[in-house]
């Protein structure tokens, strides 16, 4: 079984970069499309990005869009979400999802469509 382990959160001004880390572990997920979600107190998973299995093809959320970039090392089993230019809306608790489906051409944008999940970083973005 799969096990994700996000790291790389933590407390930044607006404006700051930061990378988030996504570790996989007990199996291999270059054949799997991984993604990132976040999630604020009593609200919705929101999509944030996610990387096709080829690693070729990304897609992002209009608020991630042009500030954030995914991508994956296949070798090293990782997953990352590089963010630049930090807003305090982009403060939540991230989450590295993988679909699990082995090479699925389409990538998903909904929480529904990942089955494996980590337990999310948080990312606090001060004003």
């Known amino acids: 079984q799969v096990q994700l382990v996000e790291s790389g959160g933590g407390l930044v001004q607006a404006g700051d970069s930061l990378t988030l880390s996504c570790a996989a572990s007990?199996?291999?997920?270059?054949?799997?499309?991984m993604a990132w979600f976040r999630q604020d107190p009593g609200k919705e998973r929101d999509f944030v990005a996610a990387?096709?299995?080829?690693?070729?093809?990304?897609f992002y959320a209009d608020s991630a869009q042009g500030r954030f970039t995914i991508s994956r090392d296949t070798g090293k089993n990782m997953v990352y979400l590089r963010m630049t230019s930090l807003r305090p809306e982009d403060t939540a608790v991230y989450y590295c999802?993988?679909?699990?489906?082995?090479?699925?051409?389409?990538?998903?944008?909904?929480?529904?469509?990942?089955?494996?999940w980590g337990q999310g970083t948080q990312v606090t973005v001060s004003s």
């Open positions: 999802a993988a679909d699990g489906l082995k090479r699925r051409e389409y990538v998903g944008r909904f929480s529904g469509e990942y089955a494996i």
């Open positions: 007990g199996g291999s997920i270059a054949s799997d499309n």
């Open positions: 990387i096709k299995y080829t690693g070729i093809s990304t």
